[in-house]
């Protein structure tokens, strides 16, 4: 594991949404939808109560998910959308810049943009973030969580992305709570595990979970978590 990161951030709600079996896609990468409406819906009543909900490029070019809280009556306040994108592949036809009107949209890339750029030219906050210190690939999230809390004030941060960056906000000790969906399906060991590697090799190094709620919406299961402080 890698060490913590102390710094003034939000809290960190990290967003799963699995089989039984803990896998987010089938062999051949279908996805949608494991969890039936009524989990779906209360994860917009969670977006809605959340200041930004923040998720992966892997998950906008695999999904196109438009991320604001669907509600009837509708929300009293969209959160924040918060895409991280080092290399700038983010679609300007994508959901997520289509609804900037709706929501706004926060886009983190490595690179710098014109001022001039389509994406700004649609009410995209683009900001330029500085790369992972150790040298692996994708965007320092220290440093997105500094600009998120001291730009935007953002105090509650949901995260829903796929494997890859909730496997680097598990790793860097950024996840305070997780919700955790669960649906009664079976997809077996060649489904897309919901976590890549945590480097865990013995039982003492293991994330500990307390849990706090458990309710259930329709067929599925939602599982609340408290990450213990290692
Ligand atoms: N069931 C669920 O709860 C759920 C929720 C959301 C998505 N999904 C599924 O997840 C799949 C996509 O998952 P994914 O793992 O490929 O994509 P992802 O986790 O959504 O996004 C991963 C990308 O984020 C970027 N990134 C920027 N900074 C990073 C950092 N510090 N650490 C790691 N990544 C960073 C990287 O791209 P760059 O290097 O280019 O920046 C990386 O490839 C889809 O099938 C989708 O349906 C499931």
């Known amino acids: 594991m890698k ?9 960190i ?21 494991i969890t039936g409406p009524e989990a779906r819906a209360e994860v917009h009543r969670m977006r809605a109560s959340h200041d930004a909900v923040l998720t992966g490029i892997g998950t906008v070019l695999a999904d196109d998910p438009e991320l604001t809280a669907r509600l009837e009556p509708p929300a009293a306040r969209q959160p924040w959308r918060v895409v991280l994108d080092s290399a700038a592949r983010l679609p300007l036809d994508s959901k ?5 009107q709706k929501a706004g949209l926060i886009w983190c890339t490595q690179s710098s943009l014109a001022v001039q750029s389509p994406a700004k030219k649609r009410g995209v ?8 210190v150790d040298g692996a690939s994708g965007l320092d999230l220290a440093a997105v969580l500094q600009l998120l809390r001291e730009h935007y004030q953002i105090k509650t941060l949901m995260v829903e ?4 960056l909730a496997t680097a906000f598990l790793r860097t000790g950024l996840v305070d709570h997780i919700a955790w969906f669960r649906a009664p399906l079976l997809l077996g060991g060649d489904g897309r595990p919901v976590f890549e590697s945590l480097n865990i090799e013995v039982l003492s190094q293991a994330l500990v979970l307390t849990q ?3 309710q259930q919406f329709g067929r599925d299961v939602l599982d609340c978590f408290d990450l213990s402080p290692s």
Do not use: E, F, M
Request: charged letters at 15%; hydrophobic letters at 35%; a positive charge.
């Open 3 to 11: 060490t913590k990161v102390a710094i003034d951030r939000p809290i």
């Open 13 to 33: 709600t990290l967003k799963l949404a699995t089989s039984l079996d803990a896998r987010i896609a089938t062999v051949t990468g279908q996805s949608q939808w």
């Open 96 to 100: 997520l810049v289509q609804t900037t």
């Open 125 to 132: 906050h683009h900001h330029q973030v500085r790369g992972q």
């Open 161 to 164: 992305s796929g494997p890859i």
């Open 212 to 214: 706090t709620q458990q």
